[in-house]
């Protein structure tokens, strides 16, 4: 009896244990079907005018194309994208910027081949979103979910077109890794992103990251690569469907992405400045410069303080600082609490909403040096992708050499990427300033640049 009442415990725990997984395979493939036909492949294309990239040759010269197969003067560029349908009724969908940004035709396609030419309403480069609008009809779309619950740990599943349009609609399950990610893509981005080892590639920009009851949680956006491979390593990232929320909600009713502004340039804290300052964590963000007549300033600021608290939120990071008030209301007034030579201090700041040259980060406005005839400005995004820089790399870029000046005679060139003065480290205008200042003195200097990949040091001389 003994035996037989163990092998009905065996067999009903193997039942039960089946009967699990089916119900645990059969969500799976609910969502799937559920999400699929609000997920679309987005084409894109752009003509590219040759021409200016052959302005020193002659082209004219119909001998000259003869011999040297001079190429046809445009052509057409194409790229991939994924989208999510979030209102069937006015054929809104919501993608990531870099999908769509400078693109002359977009066409999207449905799960059922049917294709259809897309408008865009609205694009925010600082979020990487942006809406498109198609004419159709019978369309599904998908509901937001509250990003804010999910929890590291927590199943979720990625839907887009990784590689090619023949692999539209591909599924990938995984968990979420992380939450709060920044300081990932780097340059002008607002990031606050969910981390996933569900499968996410190249093509999958601006696809669904769903949760286990199908709602969407996250628009897909990058992956980490080794510089050399870019397939996935299983680690994806999403902005957050709040995020995506009030981001489409400002582009729809403004035409632009309402944000508050603070006016102080803020850095991470590391172990040494902790240790320096008589911090107990590396918790907040040190107050690097504050501008002039803004928010801050008014409210008494100053550099060197460390922000630990706005309102009732304790601030993690430089980017948890910069999310949260960028999603807060201008013209109105929040505590900030800040630590001031190893005391704490309550301000009371009237947030403003940012100018439209955004000046969040002082550091980021371009520089002109007289001295050399450079001007240089903060990496972005929309550069790195412009001078095509690898997203890991650090410094300033030159945006602009004066005809005729030092660095024009020396050779160097708009797109140049200088990352040393000297042996000194440079990431910022404002440090490129300051340490061309400390050269002075030598009537010479030295700058460390990168040009296609290829590093070198290149010395300039002085004008006396």
């Not at 194309?65 to 809104?92: H, M, N, W």
């Not at 980017?319 to 704490?344: C, F, M, W």
């Not at 955004?358 to 001078?387: C, F, H, I, K, W």
């Not at 490129?432 to 200042?437: A, E, G, M, N, Q």
Request: proline share 3%; hydrophobic share 40%.
């Amino acid at each position: 009896m003994r035996k037989l009442l163990l092998i009905v415990i065996m067999v009903g725990n193997v039942f039960a244990q089946n009967t699990l997984l089916k119900q645990f395979s059969d969500q799976f493939a609910d969502i799937a079907e559920k999400a699929n036909p609000a997920v679309v492949t987005i084409f894109t294309e752009k003509n590219i005018d040759l021409s200016q990239y052959h302005r020193n040759s002659p082209q004219d010269n119909d001998l000259f194309r003869f011999f040297f197969q001079q190429p046809q003067r445009e052509f057409k560029s194409t790229a991939l994208g994924s989208g999510v349908i979030v209102d069937a009724r006015k054929g809104y969908i919501i993608t990531n910027n870099h999908v769509v940004e400078d693109m002359d035709e977009i066409t999207v396609r449905l799960l059922d081949k049917m294709e259809y030419d897309a408008s865009i309403i609205g694009r925010d480069p600082k979020s990487d979103l942006a809406v498109l609008q198609i004419d159709a009809r019978g369309l599904t779309d998908l509901e937001f979910g509250d990003s804010d619950a999910l929890r590291v740990g927590e199943w979720v599943i990625a839907v887009g077109s990784p590689f090619s349009a023949n692999l539209s609609h591909t599924v990938t399950a995984g968990i979420v890794s992380a939450k709060g990610r920044g300081n990932i893509i780097q340059g002008d981005i607002y990031e606050d992103f969910i981390q996933t080892d569900a499968a996410i590639n190249p093509g999958n920009s601006g696809g669904a990251l769903l949760n286990t009851a199908g709602d969407l949680v996250g628009i897909n956006t990058a992956i980490y690569t080794n510089s050399f491979d870019r397939s996935n390593k299983g680690v994806g990232f999403a902005i957050p469907a709040n995020m995506v929320k009030r981001v489409m909600s400002d582009l729809l009713d403004h035409g632009k992405v309402l944000r508050s502004w603070i006016g102080v340039s803020i850095q991470p804290i590391d172990e040494t400045s902790a240790r320096a300052l008589g911090l107990k964590t590396r918790s907040g963000a040190l107050v690097a410069d504050v501008v002039v007549d803004g928010p801050a300033k008014k409210a008494g600021v100053e550099t060197g303080d460390v922000i630990v608290q706005f309102e009732d939120v304790k601030v993690n990071n430089v980017d948890h600082l910069r999310n949260t008030v960028s999603a807060s209301k201008p013209n109105q007034n929040y505590e900030l609490v800040i630590i001031r030579d190893g005391r704490k201090k309550t301000l009371k700041v009237r947030l403003e909403e940012m100018p439209e040259d955004d000046v969040l980060y002082a550091s980021s406005r371009p520089t002109q040096t007289n001295e050399l005839g450079l001007e240089v400005s903060a990496l972005t995004r929309r550069l790195m992708r412009e001078y095509d820089i690898n997203s890991r790399e650090e410094g300033v870029i030159v945006t602009a050499v004066a005809e005729g000046s030092i660095a024009d005679e020396a050779g160097i060139r708009v797109g140049d990427l200088i990352t040393r003065v000297g042996t000194k480290k440079c990431n910022s205008p404002k440090e490129f300033t300051s340490l061309i200042k400390e050269t002075r003195k030598r009537d010479m200097v030295m700058l460390h640049l990168k040009r296609e990949g290829v590093a070198r040091y290149m010395t300039l001389e002085l004008e006396d």
